[in-house]
């Protein structure tokens, strides 16, 4: 079986994490920097050929009410955007409080600040991957919720 990539999306910074070919464990991979179009799409493509991944998950930021803000619309752009590229089926799963999580898994191990700012992403992403293996790898993609009204968030 081919990898899964899993993707923390920033507009500033992207986290990555890859699973092992059986699809059982994440690993946390690597941030980017986001760059222009050109450069991103070439990062992708060479990273996707590297780990041989067939499918992608993109976390999908939605407000604890479960409706989608502009986040949700932000990283379902940028999804749509790495089909066209890679020509991979994409896929969005729920990151609730990933971010939070590997917040608090980098200051459980003694990280400062600055140290936490550079993994977070990365590891968020692992936190949303695995959370995407252990649901089975859905081959749905989560619906298209109402984007949230600005006084709800």
């Known amino acids: 079986m081919a990898r899964i990539l899993g993707i923390d999306f920033g507009t500033r910074r992207i986290g990555c ?52 803000g502009t986040s949700a619309k932000q990283a379902r752009d940028f999804g749509d955007w790495l089909v066209s590229v890679s020509k991979l089926d994409v896929f969005y799963h729920d990151e609730r ?9 980098l200051m459980s191990v003694g990280y400062n600040r600055k140290k936490r700012a550079g993994l977070r992403d990365m590891i968020a992403a692992q ?18 919720a109402p984007l949230a009204d600005p006084e709800d968030s």
């Not at 980017?32 to 992708?44: I, L, T």
């Not at 590297?50 to 989608?68: A, F, K, M, S, T």
């Not at 409080?97 to 898994?105: G, I």
């Not at 081959?139 to 298209?144: L, N, Q, V, Y």
Request: net charge negative; glycine share 4%; charged share 30%.
């Open 97 to 105: 409080y990933s971010t939070v999580e590997a917040d608090e898994a």
């Open 17 to 68: 994490a890859v699973s092992d070919p059986r699809r059982l464990i994440s690993t946390p991979l690597e941030v980017r920097e986001r760059r222009d179009n050109a450069q991103d799409a070439r990062y992708f493509l060479k990273l996707l050929e590297e780990h041989e991944i067939d499918r992608i998950v993109i976390g999908l930021p939605v407000h604890v009410n479960g409706r989608e």
């Open 127 to 144: 936190i949303l991957l695995q959370a995407y293996l252990d649901a089975g790898c859905p081959e749905s993609t989560m619906p298209t």
